[in-house]
Every structure is written in structure tokens, then in C-alpha cells.
């Protein structure tokens, strides 16, 4: 779990004394319901603080704090992997700083790379790894130019991957589409590093990674579709989607039907 991207929804309760809390890990907090709390250093000196839906909080890493909760309010926690920050800021030409907390971050790119956790993690993450995979590795980046003091050095990709390496990444994820492939697998295939990787293998293919997966995963759902004593949850779940729901969906939205009307159109 350490190297994965964290999410999750947290509810507090109203509290009468300050709590204290610390987090070893890089957080980022997105409010979900309105409210009020107070927030400090110490337990004798806390500052009020209002929130609306959608604003976002970068928690303060590896440090005492005390916080007292005026009213309930629900959260999205993300929690950022240190290894994830470091490989990206290598990629960057740098070392991974220590983030500045503020309870009240602003930043467009951000905001939309958490509309994507979330939304990822409402559908069920369907993709799997190799895309919160991606997500993380563009938010740590994102955190790192808005709140640390490394900035990036630009960097051109050219070419893409060698057909020996695109038909070896390939061949792993179709002998894998059963398991949760993850962004670090491929690109361990293709023996590259992660940011490189994803960078050839757009270029390379089209697509990102996370999307090469899910169209896989529906080409092989078609090729066992068509057999009249393949039920569709056993195909979903022979295809890596954790739910029927979920294949459904997916499916869907890249073919413009359901499985079970491509299903009938195919035997019909």
C-alpha cells in the first residue's frame, strides 16, 4: 500500500477538546460538505476555519497539530506516496522538497486531478492501477510546482518505444488483462522509467497506458462474448473488471452498446 495512491472518504464527529493528528504521509483534503472547524500548532492556539464544498486543504506533513471540530464534515482524503514524489521529482532533474501545508489550496490543475481520483473512485477505479497509477504520479508533480521549490526541467520525448519494446509491454498486458496491471509493470517491461515510459508509450500507441488496458480488456470481452455458455459476470471478471456494473459501463462507452446487445447482435 505504501507506493499506492490512497483515497478515501472520511466523516468526523463534532469534538468539544482539540484533537491531536499527524500525518506521516503527504495528504491533500478536498471538502465535500460544508463546515467549520479550528486548527494550530498547539492546543492553546487555534484559528478558525470555514469551508465550503469543493475547497481543498494541503495538510502539513510530519507535523503536531490539534484540530476541534465545530461540526461535521465529510472529505475526500488523498494520500500521496513518498516514493511516488521522489521518482517523479528524478524525472524532474531534482529531489523531492518538503511540501508547504495551507488550509486553503488553490490551484486549477489540482482541483481537476482530484475531480479525476474522485470520479475514478466512484466508478470503481475500472482501469485499475495503471491509471490512479498515472493520477498520482500528476498530482505529486502538481503539488510539487504549486506548493514545493523544485521545478521541472522541460523535457522532449521523441521516437516512441522500439517494436521490441511495444511488443513486449503489449504481450504483458494481454497475458495479464485478468490482474490489476499496474503503470510501474509495463514500464518495467519496457525497462524504462515511469515518466519516460508514459510519455513513449502515448506516442507509440496513441492512447495513454491506462486506456491501451481498458480497450484490451473490452477486445478480449468481445471474443468471449460471442460464446452462447459465457455468462457476462464471467466474462467481466475473466477481463479484470471487478463488477459486472463496472464491465457494463466500460463497455458501453466504447462500443456504444451494452455486452449483452453486442452479445445478440453478434449470434443473432
Known sequence: ????????????????????????????????????????????????????????????????????????????????PDQTFRSVAEEMGGRAPELNGTPLLKDDRIRALVAATEADLANGSPAGRVYTDSIGRALAAALMHSQGVLRSLTRHYRGGLSPVQLRRVTSFVHENLHEDVSLMQMAEEAKLSLAYFSQMFRQSTGVAPHQFVLRARVERAKELLVKEDARVLDVAIACGFQTQQHFARVFRALCKMSPTQFRQARLA
Not at 504521509?25 to 487555534?46: D, W
Not at 469551508?51 to 461540526?71: D, F, K, Q
Open 1 to 80: 500500500m505504501d507506493a499506492e495512491l490512497l483515497v478515501q472518504r472520511i466523516a468526523n464527529k463534532i469534538s468539544l477538546e482539540p484533537i491531536r493528528q499527524i500525518f506521516e504521509k503527504q495528504v491533500l483534503a478536498k471538502i465535500l460538505t460544508p463546515g467549520e472547524f479550528e486548527f494550530g500548532l498547539g492546543s492553546h492556539s487555534l484559528s478558525r476555519y470555514c469551508y465550503a464544498p469543493g475547497e481543498m486543504i494541503l495538510c502539513r506533513r510530519n507535523t503536531e497539530e490539534w484540530v476541534r471540530w465545530h461540526s461535521p464534515m465529510q472529505m475526500l482524503l488523498i494520500t500521496v
